[in-house]
């Protein structure tokens, strides 16, 4: 099985249609997430596709989106309400 890292995914749209389809994207491959701030579990060539896919959906000159990979092993505090990331045993992606 493929290696995945935990990624923090975050973007800031300004039109609304664009922001849509950011929204789209991200939630194909979020296990979690916040309004504009999701977790990805992801291998390096998910990483590429979901890259490209937002940059085919953002105006660069206007948008804005991140990338943060969580360091491996680092340890994960959840306050309030909020869910630790869990790796599950698979996932579907269509």
């Known amino acids: 099985m493929a290696k995945r890292d935990l990624y923090l ?5 300004s039109n609304p249609r664009r922001l849509r389809e950011a929204l ?8 979690g997430g916040q309004k504009s701030v999701f977790e990805c579990f ?10 490209g896919e937002v940059e085919a959906v953002l105006d660069l000159a206007e948008d804005r ?3 943060l990979q969580l360091g491996r092993g680092a340890r994960v505090r959840a306050l309030g ?3 630790l990331p869990d790796d599950p045993d698979y996932y579907y992606v269509s």
């Open 24 to 31: 789209k994207v991200l939630k194909n491959y979020a296990c």
């Open 81 to 83: 309400v909020a869910v």
């Open 42 to 51: 992801l291998t390096a060539a998910e990483r590429r596709v979901l890259v």
């Open 65 to 67: 989106f991140m990338l």
């Open 9 to 13: 995914a975050a973007y800031d749209v």
